[in-house]
């Protein structure tokens, strides 16, 4: 019986939600072109950038970037907080340390030579790679978020491959350049509202010959925002920050 | 020309019958995931339906697609990746707490501990 | 200092004040955090609230300002749109804001980052009363959704992580139907600007029509989940009742009416839009019958406050869908939604002091079985509460709540009633003044006095911040209730540009309701009497919490979508 009512829950259920969202999606209607055609005539002249996607997610509508930048930062600490708050029952437990020497880490460490040595390898590789998306996302596809996850990935990379704790892996310091990173955000967005240039808008349009400075800036806050965040969660959850 | 558009809609809808339907907590995460990317997909596909190159100026480029919708994803997957992140740090909680994955079994041990 | 300044200054500064901390907390002591953590509390909240001072005269003087973000001069940019609306909408979000961040500090969740994301989700809330733009409000409720679900789960509570978690997957969800429905209306207008939506939408016709109106179906029923109203309120019991009592009182005081509001630009801007409103009034008065009904139910004191606030933003959804219904730019129309944000307004002050005062007895006792929690005061004063502040503090709004003057629901709650009249959905809502009375006396029984004294030591909750948090609010509800007739006035004034520029309040004062007043009161008292002689009482009531079903939930969903879109298409006359 009550099976029965919940595949009679669920027919109607994919029934209406199919109907209502089938008309949407095979709407005839031809695509818009006015946009494109604005985006092609004045992207480059508005804000510098040849790639027109990073004109619009950095330039034209910078304050969805920003939000979806604050959901990140919310959804990483929460994330955190959900999973510290997990390590605190077991306390006698000593944390897990990728940087610990073979012999004192825990049997749970799931490491072998052949990923230390490609890890420590692959990582310098990919965090240039990293940085190179980054700071060419105005000119080719890329950018800020994108470079960013590179650069994370790089980190861990480094941590899973290296025996001594570097800078690199640090999350004292990582948490230090994402939590700058983020202040300098706030302030570049904020700072137009008190140049005339307007919430989000290019405070440092005059005054040097790079058009796309803004773009870059952003591009660069943004990397090491999304960069080390990211970092600093994984690392915290193959155990190399104990809870609080 | 209908028929991507049919199938990203069928893919839509086994998302949403996973997050309906599922009783496993993970499943309706990646139910939810998969509806998510439908709707990339749909916007992608057909704000390129008006060009045939990038949207990145440049020399002979002059028919682009329509970069709006490819700018509106991104911040849209960068968000879905979040909640995704966020629901199964809760799931691996609601797994230490309860023991299960199953959305009934958790909901019932939760009752029953008052 | 321009106005765009001012008025943004709700977005920014809540932000700058998350970054401040964050950088504090990686650089410097932990004592220093904290104190970092006040400076940003005030420029988060106290420095907006003085810009506001500053933009009272241009919004009396209907001043509106339509921006587009970072001074671009196309329409690809994010709009913004400052009036009447945003500006009590912030006003209502700083006000309350400030007494439950207070509050948060002795009681509420002790996590670091708290106040970060408290202060963000601030943030968010303004932009999503700003915004004039499809594709921004859709991330500024994700902003808001995604702070709102780590503050649920921010509980020590098992529970409160399962409710975090149904809340994530089912507004996730609809999220990702508000995006498709963004698809449907940017393909029809080639913009994600309100005002060329609703000229492109105004100006169609045969399956194109069909397009747009499903479109808006999505977007408005997604957003309608935020607000709770009947069939999608599934959710909010789990997430208001599990979570700690600052966050709740936040939640069910501000969170659940902004998405509400912020639809009024979009609707007030495409035509087809009475249908739609006489829809919502029905949900409206359903809501409030089931939510009563649900909460009398309950035994659990933060599940029957969370019920009850089901039953309250009936009473907002039923009056904001007749304003609708009979458009905004007629007199009653105009009248009915400025009747709305003040009852929102009035709710949410009672509402926040209820859970903050309930939360904080129940702590006191160690129960929060309504059969077994009694002798709060006492238990309170064992804890070293000299003045009954928190007895007061609920008595107040416990009278707001209830519709009993002076409190400012007195006032509230008549003129709605009075303006709703001659709808179907008005006699729901009088019988829900009945009952709202027997629920809250139900709950008044934790601050009996108990025939046992306690032995349960818990923490004590006093503290001169929680105090003045407290008094805050209470004042506001009184002062509230004493001036309502100008704070009406101004209301309808400062929103008058929405729509009827000419609207006047009628001359209806709801003193002449007094007699009414007494009349339900006393069915109030002689119902709750008989149910709590009787067994009555106890065979009505549920015993265990609710079960999370997410078919259920969902069901809830398609309900609503399939009954806007028969009515939008069949009798809009598309199909």
């Avoid at chain 3, 249908?275 to 659990?300: C, N, P």
């Amino acid at each position: 019986m009550k099976r029965t009512l919940f595949i009679i829950k669920l027919i109607f259920i994919l029934l209406i939600l199919a109907l209502a969202i089938f008309p949407v999606i095979l709407s005839s209607h031809s695509w818009p072109v006015v946009s494109r055609d604005y985006l092609y005539e004045n992207a480059l002249s508005d804000t510098g950038a040849v790639n027109t996607v990073s004109s619009i997610y950095l330039g034209y509508r910078a304050m969805d970037t920003l939000g979806e930048t604050l959901v990140l930062l919310v959804s990483i600490t929460g994330t955190m907080g959900i999973l510290i708050n997990l390590g605190r029952e077991n306390e006698e437990e000593e944390a897990v340390s990728f940087s610990l020497a073979p012999e004192k880490r825990a049997t749970n460490a799931q490491r072998t030579h052949l990923l230390e040595v490609v890890a420590s390898k692959l990582g310098p590789v990919v965090l240039l790679f990293g940085f190179y998306v980054m700071l060419y996302g105005h000119i080719s596809p890329g950018g800020g978020f994108q470079g960013g996850v590179i650069v994370a990935s790089a980190i861990v990379f480094l941590a899973l491959g290296t025996e001594t704790q570097t800078k690199l892996t640090n999350t004292n310091v990582l948490g230090r350049i994402e939590s700058l990173s983020f202040l300098v955000l706030i302030i570049a967005a904020t700072s137009g509202v008190f140049f005339e240039s307007g919430f989000f808008g290019n405070p440092i349009k005059s005054g040097s010959s790079l058009s796309a400075n803004f773009i870059i800036l952003l591009n660069i806050i943004i990397g090491l925002k999304v960069g080390t965040s990211i970092a600093v969660m994984c690392i915290a959850m193959m155990g190399g920050r104990r809870g609080h | 020309m209908v028929i991507e558009r049919i199938l990203i809609f069928l893919l839509a809808l086994v998302g949403f019958s996973a997050i309906v339907g599922a009783k496993n907590i993970i499943k309706k995460v990646f139910g939810l995931n998969i509806l998510n990317a439908a709707v990339v997909l749909l916007y992608i596909l057909e704000g390129s339906r008006i060009g045939e190159q990038a949207p990145i100026l440049g020399e002979g480029v002059t028919t682009i697609v329509d970069p709006v919708p490819q700018a509106l994803m991104l911040t849209a997957i960068v968000i879905g990746v979040c909640v995704t992140a966020l629901a199964l740090a809760l799931a691996v909680r609601l797994y230490k707490a309860t023991g299960s994955l199953e959305i009934d079994t958790i909901s019932e041990r939760l009752r029953s501990e008052h | 200092m321009s106005i765009e300044s001012l008025f943004l200054s709700p977005v920014y500064l809540p932000m700058l004040g998350a970054a401040l901390i964050l950088v504090t907390k990686h650089f410097f002591t932990d004592r220093q955090r904290r104190v970092v953590e006040y400076l940003s509390a005030l420029i988060a909240f106290v420095l907006p609230l003085i810009a506001f001072t500053f933009l009272i005269q241009p919004v009396l003087a209907h001043h509106q300002v339509h921006m587009i973000l970072g001074t671009w001069e196309t329409a690809l940019g994010i709009h913004y749109h400052f009036d009447g609306l945003s500006f009590l909408l912030i006003s209502l979000n700083l006000l309350i804001s400030i007494p439950v961040w207070l509050y948060s500090r002795k009681t509420g969740p002790h996590q670091e980052t708290f106040t970060v994301i408290f202060l963000i989700q601030s943030a968010s809330i303004a932009a999503t009363s700003l915004t004039a733009d499809l594709f921004n409000l859709f991330v500024c409720l994700e902003v808001m959704g995604v702070t709102s679900y780590v503050l649920v789960a921010s509980s020590e509570k098992d529970e409160a992580l399962l409710s975090s978690f149904t809340y994530l997957i089912f507004s996730a969800t609809a999220m990702v139907f508000f995006l498709i429905g963004t698809f449907g209306l940017y393909r029809i207008s080639g913009s994600l600007a309100y005002d060329t939506i609703a000229l492109a939408k105004n100006s169609l016709s045969g399956s194109d029509l069909l397009v747009a109106r499903l479109s808006l179906v999505l977007i408005v029923v997604s957003v309608l989940l935020r607000t709770a109203v009947i069939p999608l309120s599934g959710w909010l019991v789990g997430a208001h009742s599990n979570a700690p009592h600052a966050v709740s009182a936040l939640l069910s005081g501000v969170l659940i009416k902004i998405p509400l509001f912020a639809l009024v630009r979009l609707l007030l801007l495409v035509t087809g839009t009475e249908l739609l409103g006489s829809i919502l009034a029905w949900a409206g008065g359903i809501s409030t019958l089931v939510g009563i009904i649900m909460a009398l139910r309950e035994h659990h004191a933060k599940r029957l406050l969370a019920y009850s606030s089901v039953s309250q933003i009936g009473y907002v959804v039923a009056a904001y869908g007749l304003a609708l219904a009979s458009g905004l730019e007629t007199e009653k129309g105009a009248l009915l939604l400025a009747l709305a944000l003040l009852y929102s307004f009035s709710h949410a002050l009672a509402k926040a002091t209820l859970f903050m005062t309930v939360g904080r007895a129940t702590d006191a006792i160690g129960t929060k079985n309504l059969h077994r929690a009694r002798g709060a005061l006492s238990e309170l004063r064992a804890q070293g509460e000299r003045f009954p502040f928190t007895g007061i503090a609920y008595l107040i709004a416990f009278l707001s709540i209830s519709a009993l003057p002076p409190a400012i629901g007195f006032w509230g709650k008549n003129t709605l009633v009075y303006l709703t009249k001659g709808h179907g959905a008005t006699h729901l809502l009088s019988i829900t003044s009945v009952l709202t009375i027997v629920a809250y006396l139900k709950l008044s029984r934790i601050f009996l006095p108990s025939k046992t004294t306690g032995v349960q030591k818990t923490v004590s909750s006093c503290s001169v911040l929680t105090n003045l948090s407290l008094i805050i609010l209470t004042s506001l509800l009184l002062v509230g209730g004493i001036w309502y007739i100008e704070l009406q006035t101004f209301v309808v004034q400062v929103l008058a540009p929405l729509g009827a520029t000419t609207a006047t309040l009628t001359s209806y004062s709801a003193a002449q309701d007094l007699l009414k007043t007494g009349i339900t009161l006393s069915f109030a008292l002689l119902i709750f009497f008989i149910g709590s002689k009787t067994r009555f009482e106890k065979r009505f009531e549920v015993r265990k919490g609710p079960v999370v079903s997410f078919p259920n939930l969902f069901f809830g969903f398609a309900l609503l979508i399939a009954v806007m879109a028969w009515q939008l298409l069949i009798r809009g006359g598309v199909l």
